[in-house]
């Protein structure tokens, strides 16, 4: 059983450069109200292997881009596999924890998503448009991504599928669904498609949150925090940009002081779960 107070390690980044965004401001303000509730320390990603013996649970926050720390990162995953390490958000998570080759799985399975391909014989399969755009397979934050010609499409894949093609769609706005477990719990909007960090509240329709938990449903992770980005089309349609499942930065500074306590409060309270369902499994 865990102590009256949980041992968290928290992996956060907090001098991380992040367009828009200050991951250091949002994990001091986190971590400031969990300790309420429980026992932290916090380390850098690149140090969580080393320092994650002890702890009841390991909290993956703002960790910045793997890109940055893959050979930690990955010793880091082997380690907390190997010792049966709880981490949260959950090691399981198929979306962006695992690369961004779901976005090839969901668009084969016909679900709302920017149409993906990372084969040039598979160019014919994506709407024809005069820009595409090209991101890596493992890459985060806009690292790597950039927009070609149509008539340079084709040079982007290469066989060992680390590159994925999409078109270059327009849109009227960035929305963002933000969930604990399977509970939403806020939406955020960039009402200009050319500042995606400037982020406002958006009051979700019964429609948007469908599309949303569509794919929380589809990634089955049961705990931890998710974040589901869309665009809506110029003809009004959400099509799913990500699904941020391993760190994603959640804008808390955008909400009113009260829905900031009341996101405190469900986080707290999964956590608590978390760690209690971890020491009651079965070894």
């Not at 429980?38 to 994650?52: N, S, T």
């Not at 999409?166 to 933000?178: A, G, R």
């Not at 589901?228 to 760190?247: H, I, P, S, Y």
């Amino acid at each position: 059983m865990p102590s009256a107070r949980p041992r968290l390690l928290y992996v956060t980044d907090l001098a991380y450069p992040a367009r828009g965004r200050r991951y250091g401001d949002e994990d001091v303000f986190l971590t400031s109200r969990l300790r309420d509730r429980f026992d932290l320390a916090l380390c850098h990603p690149k140090d969580a292997a080393a320092l994650m013996d002890g702890f009841d649970a390991v909290v993956v926050r703002n960790s910045g881009p793997v890109l940055g720390y893959r050979t930690e990162y990955d010793a880091f995953r082997a380690r907390a596999l190997e010792t049966g390490t709880l981490v949260y958000n959950p090691l399981t998570g198929k979306a962006d924890m695992a690369g961004k080759g779901y976005l090839l799985d969901l668009t084969e399975a016909g679900l709302p998503v920017i149409p993906t391909v990372d084969r040039a014989e598979d160019l014919h399969r994506l709407p024809a448009v005069d820009r595409y755009v090209v991101k890596p397979a493992y890459g985060a934050d806009s690292l790597g991504l950039r927009t070609v010609p149509a008539s340079r499409a084709a040079e982007a894949p290469v066989a060992d599928g680390s590159v994925l093609v999409q078109p270059h769609i327009d849109f009227v706005h960035e929305v963002s669904f933000y969930f604990v477990d399977d509970d939403f719990q806020y939406a955020l909007y960039a009402p200009d498609p050319r500042d995606r960090w400037e982020l406002k509240p958006y009051r979700a329709t019964a429609a948007d949150l469908e599309f949303a938990r569509g794919f929380i449903d589809w990634n089955g992770l049961g705990h931890g925090i998710q974040r589901v980005d869309a665009c809506r089309t110029l003809q009004g349609e959400l099509l799913l940009v990500e699904l941020e499942d391993l760190n994603p930065y959640l804008s808390l500074d955008v909400l009113p002081e009260e829905e900031q306590d009341a996101f405190v409060g469900t986080l707290t309270a999964s956590l608590s779960r978390f760690v209690l369902a971890g020491a009651l499994a079965p070894a």
